[in-house]
């Protein structure tokens, strides 16, 4: 089964999304593959915690570790393929998933064993892909070589792309400097068989944030936001990414996921706490906090 026709199952018995919001328990198989953030901010760390809060179960492939902070990247330690497949085979004999996420890839030899382990072990399971190339201080996650091997062995079996504008016009060679630029691209990775893709124009400039969304079947959507002035951006990209992955898992359609995760990460970035000295991190635990007329609001507020 393909995987776009996977999700469109799913979704024809999937809860409505004012259910979701509403509190019912929907759970989500995703196993994230990406690199560990030890500031917390992005990478794994805010993909397990955007996939927990929005009621879905995460499992995680490391595919590199980092000394990482508000500031930059300080050092990263790779991991050795073999062993990133092994995570990913492990996983899915077992627990098995309902979407593979991947975030940092760190090179050619980590690409070719993610999309072998996918191959081999879930080859019915819908992949996103969130080609992470640049840490948001500007350090490399991605190396230069390696660029062409998403495009040759993730591209074809993703059936959702979320890069950026420079990951996009990286990816296609298009040059991403106005938000019709963001169609463009996305549809050059729909040529290259992607399912659907996601560019993201938080880079360009301007008050208004536009990002695209491109299906396969001709289809354009586009989600505005006004930006937001702070330094809190952190793992913005993975979070979102994350959001779109566990919504899939969870049923929703293509465009009910985006859109969810859309509002979660403005959510999130409204209420970060605005710790460190450089771009912060986001507030990922924002669902779980009180409602008024809850019962443990109305516990807090009696006190």
Same mark, same amino acid.
């Given at each position: 089964m ?17 259910? !979701?919001?509403?509190g =019912? ?8 593959? &990406? ?19 929005? %009621?879905?179960? &995460? ?11 508000? $500031? ?15 995570? @990913? ?6 627990? *098995? ?5 991947t ?5 050619? &030899? ?22 992470? @190339?640049?840490?948001? *201080?500007?350090?490399?996650? $991605?190396?230069?070589?390696?660029? /062409? ?15 950026n ?10 040059? =991403? #400097? ?8 996305a549809? /050059?990775?729909? !040529? ?6 996601l ?14 969304l491109?299906?396969?079947d ?24 994350s ?6 898992? /969870? ?22 706490? *605005? ?12 669902p779980?906090?009180?409602r008024? %007329?809850?019962? #443990? ?7």
């Amino acid at each position: 089964m393909a995987p776009c026709d996977y999700l469109a199952r799913r979704a024809a018995s999937a809860p409505r999304p004012s259910d !979701l919001d509403a509190g =019912v328990r929907v759970i989500g198989r995703v196993l994230v593959v &990406a690199g560990s953030d030890s500031g917390g901010g992005a990478g794994l760390q805010a993909d397990v915690k955007t996939i927990t809060a929005l %009621g879905g179960y &995460a499992a995680t492939a490391v595919t590199a570790l980092t000394a990482q902070n508000t $500031l930059g990247v300080h050092r990263i330690v790779p991991v050795e393929p073999e062993f990133v497949e092994e995570q @990913m085979r492990v996983v899915l004999e077992d627990l *098995g998933a309902d979407v593979i996420k991947t975030g940092m890839l760190a090179s050619v &030899a980590v690409v070719r064993a993610v999309a072998r382990a996918a191959a081999r072990w879930a080859p019915g399971v819908p992949l996103v892909v969130d080609p992470v @190339m640049i840490a948001k *201080g500007g350090a490399p996650l $991605l190396a230069g070589d390696a660029v /062409q091997a998403v495009l040759d062995e993730l591209v074809p079996r993703a059936a959702l792309l979320t890069p950026n504008a420079p990951e996009a016009s990286a990816l296609t060679g298009v040059r =991403v #400097q106005e938000p019709d630029d963001l169609g463009r691209a996305a549809e /050059q990775l729909l !040529l290259r068989g992607a399912g659907a893709a996601l560019v993201k124009g938080g880079h360009l400039e301007g008050d208004t944030i536009v990002d695209v969304l491109r299906t396969a079947d001709g289809d354009e959507e586009r989600f505005t936001s006004e930006r937001v002035l702070t330094l809190s951006t952190h793992g913005t990209g993975c979070t979102l990414a994350s959001a779109i992955a566990v919504g899939l898992a /969870q049923g929703l359609t293509l465009r009910h996921a985006v859109a969810r995760a859309h509002g979660y990460v403005r959510r999130a970035i409204e209420t970060a706490p *605005g710790w460190g000295q450089g771009h912060g991190p986001l507030n990922h635990a924002h669902p779980l906090e009180p409602r008024p %007329g809850s019962a #443990q609001g109305t516990r807090e507020a009696l006190h």
